[in-house]
T-cell receptor, first 114, second 108 residues
Framework: DTAVSQTPKYLVTQMGNDKSIKCEQNLGHDTMYWYKQDSKKFLKIMFSYNNKELIINETVPNRFSPKSPDKAHLNLHINSLELGDSAVYFC?????????????FGQGTRLTVV | KNEVEQSPQNLTAQEGEFITINCSYSVGISALHWLQQHPGGGIVSLFMLSSGKKKHGRLIATINIQEKHSSLHITASHPRDSAVYICAARVSNNDMRFGAGTRLTVKP
């Protein structure tokens, strides 16, 4: 059973489109994250949600809107896609109350904006 | 300057060699993670450390909280160990800061 699953794995789209990436975890974790990995393989946090509430919102354009319908899901919606949005996006989850516990990552979604 | 620094950036080794990857951080942490990212892109958590040392198979991770330094060691390296290894510092319940990664290539 996949612990953290993201869909789609690959996404190619044109500039200006709106797209969503879905993330689901079946670990019972109460905290979920979105990370962006740029072309230099550097990972950077975008958002963090705890019990469906936004905890961290790094300096991310407001074209990016996370949506958490329940604790097991954190979807990432991107409006008006730009070339610079091309990257690999990783979803992860962990227990809020146990900061020393491992975070589990999804397999990543490679977004290519053309 | 990044809050989490890794070295080396790239590392090439011959099969069987002992490998060390270093991570230094400048922020207060509750735990430190070592992650492995394979060429296919998926990320796997190898270790989570808050003190001391952990061992899993040929992998060993150590951390020195006072010196704000952690190392990942691979004994008897194998080509299948080729991957990017990422150090991640958990600075709060919700926030992790990542190193830039070390690209390891193990040649047969």
């Amino acid at each position: 059973d996949t612990a953290v699953s993201q869909t789609p794995k690959y996404l190619v789209t044109q500039m200006g489109n709106d797209k969503s990436i879905k993330c689901e975890q079946n670990l019972g974790h109460d905290t979920m994250y979105w990370y962006k990995q740029d072309s230099k393989k550097f990972l950077k946090i975008m958002f963090s949600y705890n019990n469906k509430e936004l905890i961290i919102n790094e300096t991310v354009p407001n074209r990016f809107s996370p949506k958490s319908p329940d604790k097991a899901h954190l979807n990432l919606h991107i409006n008006s896609l730009e070339l610079g949005d091309s990257a690999v996006y990783f979803c992860a989850s962990s227990h809020f109350a146990m900061p020393g516990e491992e975070a589990f990552f999804g397999q990543g979604t490679r977004l290519t904006v053309v | 300057k990044n809050e989490v620094e890794q070295s080396p950036q790239n590392l090439t080794a011959q099969e069987g060699e002992f490998i060390t990857i270093n991570c230094s951080y400048s922020v207060g942490i509750s735990a430190l993670h070592w992650l492995q990212q394979h060429p296919g892109g998926g990320i796997v958590s190898l270790f989570m450390l808050s003190s001391g040392k952990k061992k899993h198979g040929r992998l060993i991770a150590t951390i020195n909280i006072q010196e704000k330094h952690s190392s990942l060691h691979i004994t008897a390296s194998h080509p299948r160990d080729s991957a990017v290894y990422i150090c991640a510092a958990r600075v709060s319940n919700n926030d992790m800061r990542f190193g830039a990664g070390t690209r390891l290539t193990v040649k047969p």
